[in-house]
């Protein structure tokens, strides 16, 4: 068998990922074309690299599939129930830095904190007849950040892009996603509530709970991870 390591399989994450490993003298590369989703790995034997959806790469640590995995923290809170039991943190990587917000119009003066945003949604919800809807992809997370700070009267509806857009295309009243310039909120009018952070995220390296391993394996992963200076 081998070791094998999962990695997100385009744009920056990919590109940041394969620098995070060369300098560390572990070269990560694409083994054909752009369009060619197998990996190469130079420096280190019985290492396989496979390239995967960001968004996979969670369940692929979870289920086993892979042993180690680059990706986003917000996409494993968002997609593994109790993500810490499925898979151990090993290393925050420093790139890929992105905050997971609640924001809401940038016009609604009395609307700047969570309880604002409780009383503004009751209000809503007389007036309408229905929930304030709050577009996002990340449910999990935004639900429990709203359960704990007493919030309940809203609904989620799922948003897979272009999320900012809702608001102006009126199948939402507000919006939770990922910022890191804020650049797409401000240009969607769109003002980040001031007890809104639900999450910092960054590029970070997992390792399965669950991945099956031989005695070779295990020799393999503990020398890899000496060189990356994890354990
Ligand atoms: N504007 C941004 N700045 C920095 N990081 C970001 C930004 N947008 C998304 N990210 C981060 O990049 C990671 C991948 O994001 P996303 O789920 O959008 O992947 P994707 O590019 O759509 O890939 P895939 O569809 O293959 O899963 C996430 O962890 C997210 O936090
Ligand atoms: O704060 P900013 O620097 O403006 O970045 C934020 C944007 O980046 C991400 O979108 P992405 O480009 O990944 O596309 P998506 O909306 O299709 O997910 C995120 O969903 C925001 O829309």
């Known amino acids: 068998m081998t070791v094998k390591l ?3 399989s385009k744009g920056r994450l990919m590109e940041k990922t394969f620098d995070w490993f060369g300098e560390r003298g ?5 083994a054909g074309s752009e369009r060619e989703y197998a990996g190469r790995v130079g420096g280190v034997e019985g290492v396989e690299l496979v390239l995967l959806s960001a968004g996979e790469i969670p369940r692929d640590l979870a289920e086993g599939r892979i042993h180690l995995g680059v990706t986003g923290t917000d996409l494993v809170q968002e997609k593994l129930a109790s993500w810490d039991l499925r898979v151990e943190m ?3 990587l420093g790139f890929g830095h992105a905050d997971l917000v609640l924001a809401v119009p940038s016009c609604w003066a009395d609307v700047d904190v969570l309880d604002d945003l ?3 949604a009751a209000a809503f919800r007389d007036r309408h007849g229905f929930r304030l809807r709050i577009a996002t992809k990340y449910h999990r997370l935004v639900r429990d950040f709203l359960r704990d700070r007493g919030v ?3 609904q989620l509806v799922d948003s897979q892009g272009a999320t900012e857009g809702t608001v102006k295309n009126e199948t939402a009243e507000a919006i939770a996603d990922i910022t890191s310039t804020g650049e797409t909120l401000r240009a969607n009018h769109l003002k980040i509530m001031a007890d809104g952070l639900i999450l ?3 590029a970070t390296l997992y390792r ?5 391993m031989t005695d070779a394996d295990r020799a393999v992963l503990s020398g890899l991870l000496e060189r990356l200076a994890v354990d």
């Open 90 to 92: 090993l290393a925050e």
């Open 118 to 120: 409780d009383a503004a």
């Open 26 to 30: 572990i070269e990560l590369g694409r």
């Open 6 to 8: 999962g990695v997100p």
């Open 152 to 154: 309940a009267d809203y």
């Open 208 to 212: 399965s709970r669950s991945a099956a």
């Open 200 to 202: 910092k995220s960054q």
